[in-house]
C-alpha cells in the first residue's frame, strides 16, 4: 500500500509539475517574444520537452510517469495496471495539473483561476489531436520493447515534434487539457472546446493500442 501511495504522489507531482511548465513557460515566452508567436510556441516547446524527459528519467522507477490519462487507459488495457490503480492514477494526474496551472498563474503574478479563451475548434483540431496522441501512445509503446531506456528522451522530441507538425500543437494528454481550459494564457484553450479534444485524444490512444499490437504480434 505505501508503495501504491507512493506511486500516486509520483503521478500527481510529475503532472503538476509537467502542467506548471507547459503553462509557465508559454507565458515566460509569450511576454519576451514581443508578439512573435513563432518564437514563443519555439520557447514553449523547449521547455516542455526538457521537463518530459526529467521527470520521466527521475519519476519512471516510481510510477511509470504518465502523467496522462491517454497512456494510463492503454496500460489499463494491455494489463499492466488495474481499474483500481488506473482510476487513482487518472484522478492525481488531473488534479496534479490544474495545481500546477495554479501554480503558474501565481509565478506570474495572474489570477489563479481562469477561464480559458483561445479557440481550438474544428476537424483538423480534433484530427492533429488524435494524431498527436496515437504517435506519443505508439512511440511508447514501441520504444519500451524496444529500447526502454530511450523512453523519456522518445516522448520529449515526439512532443517537440508535435508542437510543430500538428495544427492543436500537440495536447496529447486529457488531464492537461482540462488543466489549460482554466489558462487564459498561451497555452490556453476555450473550456468548449476541450471535450472534442479529449475525445480525440482517447480515440489516438486506443487505435494506438490496437496497431501497435498488430505490429508485435500480440492478441491485445
Not at 517574444?33 to 516510481?62: K, R
Not at 499492466?80 to 494526474?93: N, R, T
Amino acid at each position: 500500500m505505501s508503495d501504491l501511495k507512493r506511486a500516486i504522489a509520483a503521478e500527481a507531482l510529475g503532472s503538476l509539475l509537467l502542467s506548471g511548465v507547459v503553462i509557465g513557460s508559454g507565458i515566460m515566452a509569450s511576454r519576451l517574444s514581443a508578439g512573435n508567436d513563432g518564437v514563443a510556441l519555439l520557447g514553449n516547446t523547449l521547455a516542455t520537452a526538457a521537463i518530459l524527459f526529467a521527470l520521466i528519467t527521475a519519476l519512471a522507477p516510481i510510477s511509470g510517469a504518465h502523467f496522462n490519462p491517454a497512456v494510463t487507459l492503454v496500460q489499463g488495457l494491455r494489463g499492466e495496471i488495474s481499474a483500481g490503480v488506473g482510476a487513482a492514477y487518472v484522478a492525481a494526474q488531473i488534479c496534479g495539473c490544474l495545481l500546477g496551472a495554479f501554480l503558474a498563474h501565481a509565478m506570474f503574478g495572474l489570477p489563479l483561476l481562469q477561464h480559458g479563451a483561445t479557440a481550438r475548434e474544428g476537424l483538423g483540431q480534433a484530427l492533429s489531436e488524435g494524431v498527436a496522441t496515437f504517435t506519443l501512445v505508439a512511440v511508447i509503446l514501441l520504444v519500451s520493447k524496444a529500447r526502454a531506456h530511450a523512453v523519456p528522451a522518445a516522448v520529449a522530441l515526439t512532443i517537440a515534434a508535435g508542437y510543430w507538425w500538428t495544427a492543436s500543437t500537440s495536447f496529447a494528454n486529457p488531464a492537461i487539457t482540462i488543466a489549460r481550459a482554466f489558462s487564459d494564457t498561451f497555452a490556453g484553450i476555450r473550456p468548449q472546446d476541450a471535450p472534442v479534444f479529449i475525445v480525440a485524444q482517447v480515440v489516438g490512444a486506443l487505435v494506438a493500442l490496437l496497431t501497435c499490437g498488430w505490429l508485435q504480434g500480440k492478441a491485445r
